[in-house]
């Protein structure tokens, strides 16, 4: 399927205040988050690379490698395969995040 409206796709809630709608091809998966105010990211590690936090609207606070920067509109994180990472949404906030390879763990 070439054309996808984010309308026509469920939301998965996957952690308590992150609702996410999946997009998944053989070698990625986009994960598009709506994120209530004060929900938690417990830090974590997983295998995927991970261009994260592509803020679209609202504050995300993410905390990698040790620093914690407050994430704010057009602010892009890359996160390496197995590296530690946390956060927490300090505003209602919408994300993207794009995942190498896919994560079949999200399907």
Not at 64 to 75: C, I, N, P, S, V
Not at 80 to 87: D, F, M, W, Y
Request: with cysteine; proline share 6%.
């Amino acid at each position: 399927m070439p054309f996808i409206n984010l309308k026509d796709v469920p939301a998965k809630e996957l952690l308590p205040g992150f609702s996410g709608k999946m997009i998944h091809t053989e070698n990625m998966t986009l994960a598009y988050w709506d994120i209530k105010a004060g929900s938690v990211l417990p830090e974590h590690s997983h295998v995927h690379e991970q261009v994260a936090a592509q803020v679209i609207s609202g504050e995300f606070e993410l905390t990698l490698q040790g620093e914690t920067k407050l994430m704010k509109a057009g602010d892009v994180a890359v996160i390496p395969s197995n590296v530690k990472h946390s956060g927490k949404a300090i505003t209602d906030c919408r994300l993207l995040d794009v995942f190498s390879p896919a994560r079949k763990d999200y399907q």
